[in-house]
């Protein structure tokens, strides 16, 4: 996983409200201009917290792009980032 | 010559620029909390600083892993922030004393302290929130220097002491009359993003304002020396402590250390602590 490429994407999302618009509307077109495997975009399209964060991104970054990115909310961020099966911390 | 006449450390936590947020604390955390701003603003008025350095982490704002500095120093002519709008952080324009500034870089890459420096360099809410509290007329010059207690691997805590401790002797080799304060933001323990969001340590926040207060200084930078043993204590904004060191670095012995305020603020999601050195 291109790790890096994850965060930097995040990282951008936060910063741009025009990208993070297209993320929501257009996403395939922002995930090309990333090197991201076939994975890492599954796991971005979906929002799936828990497992980016497990494959190493850096969670700061993921709950500064989830709001502008995926805009959703801060309870949102915590369920998708504790999911039941999972207790915290896990 | 440069005098080192105060010193602050304190979270940073974003919400405390926020009236609002202010409101949704329990009335006596936010009384204890307030209370501690208004000391620590009291002792750097007092204090009459003609410069203030501040030690600040960042939240990839500034910084990325693109080009990830471990002590930057901003040395242009002015600091302009916030670098990323949000939480209400108001926006601010503030003269660096680039001189000094300058004078600080040289004497590290010249003494042991490879600094990295930058022409630009923006504010974050890290520099602004407790700003906002601490010197709200804004009219004293900064030097920003921006420690890397964000982005692993980082340096360690004795390292920020170290470097803490180094700018503190330049400011007396420094041979204008100056007189020079400091401002170390962030932590205490805090857990920002991973499953743990929302938990806080107090014992661990109380053991490490008792190191500072006592000048436990072996034990604050050593107890915890290892990234995964601080994270696992005090989270990944628990890293932050290393601003803390660098300030108490850079504190003669003749200021005297003193913890403000603490409070496990839950509606804040931190540890959020207050302290100061004065004569």
Same mark, same amino acid.
């Given at each position: ?90 | ?57 960042? !939240? ?178 628990? !890293? ?40």
């Amino acid at each position: 996983m291109s790790r890096y490429q994850v965060d930097k994407l995040l990282r951008d999302l936060r910063r741009d409200q025009p990208l993070a618009a297209r993320f929501r509307t257009n996403i395939e077109t922002v995930l090309d201009d990333y090197k991201l495997d076939a994975e890492e975009r599954e796991l971005l399209k979906h929002w799936e917290i828990r497992a980016l964060y497990d494959r190493g991104v850096n969670p700061l970054l993921l709950l500064l792009a989830h709001g502008p990115a995926a805009g959703k909310s801060m309870q949102e961020y915590a369920a998708a980032m504790n999911p039941k099966d999972r207790p915290p911390g896990e | 010559m440069g005098e080192v006449v105060a010193g602050i450390a304190c979270s940073h936590v974003p919400f405390m620029a926020s009236p609002k947020q202010w409101e949704r604390l329990p009335e006596a955390e936010r009384a204890h909390l307030r209370g501690g701003f208004e000391r620590a603003r009291k002792i750097l008025e007092d204090a009459r600083p003609d410069v203030l350095i501040t030690f600040a982490d960042d !939240h990839f704002d500034r910084c990325f892993y693109d080009n990830l500095p471990a002590f930057l120093v901003g040395i242009g002519e002015e600091a302009v922030g916030p670098a990323v709008a949000g939480f209400d952080i108001p926006n601010v324009r503030l003269p660096i004393a680039s001189k000094l500034a300058r004078f600080i870089v040289r004497e590290g890459l010249e003494g042991g302290v490879d600094f990295a420096f930058s022409e630009e360099l923006a504010l974050d809410h890290a520099e602004i929130a407790p700003m906002m509290h601490l010197t709200p007329r804004w009219d004293v010059p900064i030097i920003p220097i921006v420690v890397n207690a964000f982005a692993p691997p980082m340096p360690s805590p004795k390292r920020c002491f170290d470097v803490g401790a180094f700018v503190g002797r330049c400011i007396e080799r420094w041979p204008e009359r100056t007189r020079v304060a400091f401002l170390g933001t962030g932590g205490l323990s805090h857990w920002v993003g991973p499953p743990q969001t929302g938990k806080i340590n107090e014992q661990f926040d109380r053991w490490f304002l008792e190191c500072l207060s006592q000048r436990r200084i072996e034990e604050a930078t050593g107890r915890y020396a290892r990234y995964e043993d601080l994270e696992a204590v005090a989270g990944n904004g628990g !890293h932050e402590i290393r601003d803390w060191l660098a300030v108490a670095g850079a504190m003669p012995q003749r200021l005297r250390p003193e913890v403000l305020a603490y409070e496990p603020l839950k509606p804040w999601s931190t540890g959020t602590g207050i302290m100061a050195w004065s004569s």
